[in-house]
């Protein structure tokens, strides 16, 4: 039986282990000062890290890299279905995705939304805000990676030359709209945004440093080589759903999308109304496009996908239909991105990374041409030197 | 707050430990321990720290009455009114929902179409476990077993030492007492390195070992139709050993941490696969549930006393109970009656059973619990039918992944558990060879901490 008296320090625990505990946590910290760049995959986590309170971005950051793939390959440990490419992300003085100097020029139209209108997964001159610009031949300016909120949406119009009253958002069918925020919320909100202008840089790098861990990265990276589905069940699969197209392709796809998919959920438009005054009030217009889900678009290509129930699928349609009957013009990007992706198959191409939640190059390219027809009535590039804003 | 979590190794475990060694006085180190039980507590939901207060103070005023009245109906009093109120919030967090679901099942089997709402409540972690050490002081105080404390701190050090909190052991007042009343003149070094030595060991059993088997075998049992006879027996072995490991582990670590602290926490699992029948099984699988329920059920109840048909009534009504506490769920219901009925099996076959072999004792009784397993790890009826149909039947199933990991965690766990000392037993004398080792080890867990998400115990559900 263990006794104290029996314990000698020949080989002592009590001084090896805590030492140990202490070595491995100043690498921890030794670590976390380095930037984790060397260690993503693609430029959404490296710029995501140390991003400013109000920014979506780190400020004035270009990211190569020569081989990102898709993030369901990732999330689901699956590195045989990798799509290699490269990615180019360059990011602005203010911490959106746009060329340096995007933020002094002329803008047309401010564009929100989510990774979609971020441009995930795509190069600079690839993303939404760029083939948008060249179609209809005026600057847009890349607002996406936050919230849209009206007062920081507000208070970017007003850093910008902006010459015309549009606020275009792009909202993808999957990503889940915040509630109307309280007065309390708003109030924290502002008080986010001020600090930001004094200690934003300062205070994103430190939450980065807090909030990853290299070390961290690194072990579970280690961790998904032994749980790959051959040595150990891969968990990490349950994250994602292997689909098989009719032309025996693999295409990956979230299984929170799916599940979402065929569930019943409320359309967000109390949100977008109140979007809608606020901007008003600000002298800006609102428009919504609607992105499809990737798993709507490849159903029904997809060998024998789970049943639909009645009323299930109906979302985009009837969110379309519930944001035009509160008087906001909206662009249901579902048909077109629909009918182009069946077009593609046949040729073998395809609209998103089948490893990757995203729509690709091709896919922004249609879902462009789609939103310039759409804005036809709203977006006007001439004349392109009246500021928006008295006092600019 | 788990102790396999780098939170509690880098954050709450350095505090504590540090604080608790620079204060001077009684008082004040309960003071302090009970502190640190609140905010290890709070992590899970800190709303539920009131709970833990009431049944703190309920259980002490309690034993303060005790010490006050001698009259047989004042002393009732003390023991009644803590006790119901402390088995009434765990009666209605574990068992409300479990009895309306049974009801409305039960009702709708006979036709009626009345439904009772299932209540949305979350079980507050640990409660079976902290409940249990405020009964076990009021009644042995009621006895006259212990003397209640009149230091409140003191006592609530007791209930709320994080160490034993969220899952046991089940450290009786009585147990700890004398090492709670020498907390001012504790040595922080004197067990220090058997501090480490358990701790270190636990995180090993429970991380690398149960872990990795209950990696296998969780997603290879959510999908127990496809298994065959192979795979079911290979499934529920494993757990058998995850289980083990798991809460072992949980109990090693729980112990080397008390040392930390200059208490001295009872052994939970003295070689329990190396029973030699399913009574000495019982005598030494959690030790501290298995002897609460020895003391307060089955002895109260008439214990070995009696005819043979009321001694097998006082086994299975203990056993019962004992499945109950485990979950509020027919499965474990059911696991009880099992090993209720296996206690009644061994009393009408021991003389035959101790003729045998004394390696074939102990195969066999591995063997029944090992079955009894395939019953507790079920989630519901139809499980348990197809489980144990695959296990006792030839069904030809398909392989899973990770089989060839699992036998050999098996063959390692198995040699440990069935061959080799317990933690107690061993002497903690580490060569620098051994303690290096030990060390490697204990690093490999950091790491699998980093690369994942710290899993909870087993014995946090019960």
Not at chain 1, 118 to 129: F, R, W
Request: net charge positive; aromatic share 14%; hydrophobic share 45%.
């Amino acid at each position: 039986m263990a006794t104290s008296s029996t314990v000698n320090a020949r080989g002592s625990l009590a001084k090896v282990i805590p030492v140990l505990l202490l070595v491995i946590f100043l690498v921890d910290v030794g670590l976390r000062l380095e930037r984790v760049d060397r260690l993503t995959f693609r430029a959404w986590e490296a710029l995501t890290t140390y991003r400013p309170p109000g920014a979506a971005f780190e400020r004035n950051r270009r990211y190569y890299k020569a081989r990102t793939y898709g993030d369901l390959a990732a999330m689901g440990n699956l590195p045989a279905l990798r799509q290699y490419r490269p990615e180019a992300f360059t990011t602005d003085r203010l911490g959106f995705r746009n060329p340096p100097g995007a933020a002094s020029g002329p803008v047309a139209a401010i564009l929100v939304g989510d990774s979609f209108a971020v441009g995930c997964a795509v190069n600079d001159d690839e993303n939404l805000t760029t083939r948008l610009s060249a179609l209809v031949g005026c600057r847009l300016y890349n607002a996406a990676g936050i919230d849209p909120h009206p007062d920081r949406i507000l208070a970017l119009a007003r850093k910008l030359d902006l010459r015309g009253n549009l606020v275009i958002h792009e909202y993808n069918e999957d990503f889940e709209m915040p509630p109307v925020p309280t007065e309390r919320r708003r109030r924290h909100q502002r008080a986010m945004a001020w600090m930001d202008g004094w200690v934003g840089g300062p205070f994103g790098r430190a939450r980065g440093i807090l909030t990853v861990s290299p070390l961290e990265i690194l072990s579970e990276r280690a961790l998904r080589n032994v749980e790959n589905g051959r040595i150990l069940p891969n968990q990490y699969s349950a994250a994602v759903v292997k689909g098989r197209l009719a032309n025996g392709d693999p295409m990956l796809f979230r299984k929170s999308s799916v599940d979402g998919f065929y569930r019943k959920k409320a359309v967000p438009v109390a949100y977008w109304k109140w979007l809608q005054e606020e901007l008003e009030a600000g002298g800006l217009q609102l428009v919504v496009v609607i992105t499809p889900s990737k798993y709507r678009v490849y159903r029904p290509f997809v060998v024998e996908p789970r049943g639909l129930p009645e009323g299930a699928s109906d979302y985009v349609d009837r969110a379309e239909a519930e944001v035009r009957a509160a008087g906001i013009p909206v662009i249901n990007l579902t048909a077109p991105i629909s009918a182009s992706a069946a077009q593609h198959l046949q040729e073998g191409s395809y609209l998103y990374w089948r490893d990757d939640v995203h729509w690709n190059a091709q896919g922004i390219e249609v879902g462009a041409e789609a939103i310039r027809e759409g804005l036809q009535d709203y977006l006007r590039c001439s004349p392109p030197n009246r500021p928006a804003f008295p006092g600019q | 707050m788990l102790f396999n979590s780098l939170p509690f190794l880098y954050l709450f475990l350095p505090i504590a430990y540090l604080v608790f060694w620079r204060l001077s006085g009684q008082t004040r180190r309960y003071v302090w321990l009970a502190i640190t039980g609140y905010v290890f507590y709070s992590f899970w939901n800190y709303r539920f720290c009131a709970l833990m207060l009431f049944s703190t103070v309920v259980s002490y005023a309690g034993g303060l009455g005790l010490l006050r009245w001698q009259d047989r109906l004042r002393r009732r009093l003390c023991l009644i009114v803590p006790v119901t109120a402390d088995l009434a919030l765990l009666g209605f967090f574990k068992y409300t929902n479990f009895a309306l679901t049974s009801v409305n099942g039960l009702s709708s089997w006979l036709g009626f179409q009345t439904r009772f709402p299932v209540l949305d409540m979350v079980l507050p972690v640990g409660i079976s476990f902290y409940t249990f050490h405020t009964v076990t002081y009021i009644v042995d105080a009621y006895r006259g077993v212990v003397t209640p404390t009149r230091s409140f701190p003191k006592f609530a050090a007791y209930v709320s030492l994080f160490p034993q909190l969220v899952a046991g052991p089940i450290v009786r007042f009585r147990q700890i007492a004398g090492d709670l009343g020498r907390i001012d003149r504790a040595e922080e070094t004197r067990d220090l390195d058997l501090a480490w030595s358990f701790f270190a060991i636990g995180m090993i059993k429970k991380v690398l070992i149960a872990d990795t088997i209950g990696t296998i075998i969780n997603p290879a049992l959510a999908d127990y139709v496809s298994l065959g006879t192979m795979g079911a027996w290979l499934c529920v072995l494993g757990y058998a050993y995850q289980v083990y490991y798991d809460f072992g582990g949980y109990s090693d670590m729980a112990v080397g941490l008390g040392y930390m602290f200059g208490l001295r926490l009872p052994q939970n699992f003295n070689s329990p696969y190396k029973a030699a029948n399913i009574a000495d099984f019982w005598r030494r699988w959690h030790v501290s549930m298995s002897s609460f329920f020895r003391d307060y059920v089955y002895i109260p109840l008439g214990g070995s006393r009696g005819s043979r048909p009321k001694v097998w009534r006082n086994l299975i009504v203990t056993m019962l109970l004992a499945g109950l506490w485990h979950g509020a769920s027919w499965p474990c219901v059911l696991w009880g009656g099992f090993i209720g009925l296996l206690l009644v099996g061994y009393l009408l076959v021991a003389p035959w059973w101790q003729r045998l072999p004394y390696v074939a004792q102990r195969a066999g009784t591995f063997f029944l619990f090992v079955v009894s397993l395939a019953i507790f790890r079920s989630q519901s009826l139809k499980m348990i039918g197809g489980l144990l149909q695959r296990m006792f039947s030839w069904h030809s199933g398909t392989s899973f992944v990770g089989i060839e990991v699992l036998v050999a965690a098996i063959l390692v766990a198995g040699a440990f558990a069935h061959f080799g000392p317990n933690t107690f037993e061993m002497e903690h004398r580490w060569s620098p060879s051994y303690a290096t080792g030990l060390a490697a080890l204990f690093v490999m867990c950091l790491f699998m901490l980093y690369g994942s998400a710290a899993r909870p115990f087993l014995y946090f559900q019960f």
